[in-house]
């Protein structure tokens, strides 16, 4: 029986510990949500023409869909926007539809890509979905 009343641990023990304690610091960081506001270009295709859009967005929580000229059937829209997390907004519009949409987003240098995860506003879908180029 040894005489020494230490207890010994195997040498994974420390490195365990703080690989925990590095996970719990990091986990209780919070991140900030991404700005997105600002001036964005964009495209919308009706029967087979490209019309040049404009989406204004705010950092508070305002979307404005501008056409630059004129689409037979559209004009400006406007929508509110809010973070659920870093990857995801809810959008919602009174003009369009009564209803609120979660949409995925991500931002690639200046590239904004939007798209509906779970909205069934079709009108909203068609004029939001796809990629937006920052001015």
């Given at each position: 029986?040894?005489?020494?009343?230490?207890?010994?641990?195997?040498?994974?023990?420390?490195?365990?510990?703080?690989?925990?304690?590095?996970?719990?610091?990091?986990?209780?960081?919070?991140?900030?949500?991404?700005?997105?506001?600002?001036?964005?270009?964009?495209?919308?295709?009706?029967?087979?023409?490209?019309?040049?859009?404009?989406?204004?967005?705010?950092?508070?929580?305002?979307?404005?869909?501008?056409?630059?000229?004129q689409i037979p059937?559209?004009?400006?829209?406007?929508?509110?926007?809010?973070?659920?997390?870093?990857?995801?907004?809810?959008?919602?519009?009174?003009?369009?539809?009564?209803?609120?949409?979660?949409?995925?987003?991500?931002?690639?240098?200046?590239?904004?890509?939007?798209?509906?995860?779970?909205?069934?506003?079709?009108?909203?879908?068609?004029?939001?979905?796809?990629?937006?180029?920052?001015?």
């Amino acid at each position: 029986m040894p005489s020494s009343s230490k207890i010994q641990f195997p040498i994974k023990f420390p490195a365990l510990f703080l690989f925990t304690v590095c996970l719990l610091l990091l986990s209780s960081c919070k991140k900030e949500n991404t700005s997105i506001s600002g001036t964005y270009k964009g495209f919308f295709n009706d029967s087979g023409t490209q019309y040049e859009i404009e989406l204004l967005i705010t950092d508070d929580g305002k979307m404005e869909w501008i056409p630059l000229r004129q689409i037979p059937g559209y004009s400006s829209s406007t929508f509110q926007y809010s973070f659920i997390d870093n990857l995801q907004v809810t959008i919602t519009d009174n003009s369009l539809c009564a209803f609120s949409g979660i949409w995925v987003y991500s931002i690639d240098n200046r590239v904004l890509k939007l798209m509906a995860a779970k909205d069934a506003c079709a009108a909203r879908i068609a004029l939001l979905t796809g990629e937006w180029t920052r001015k």
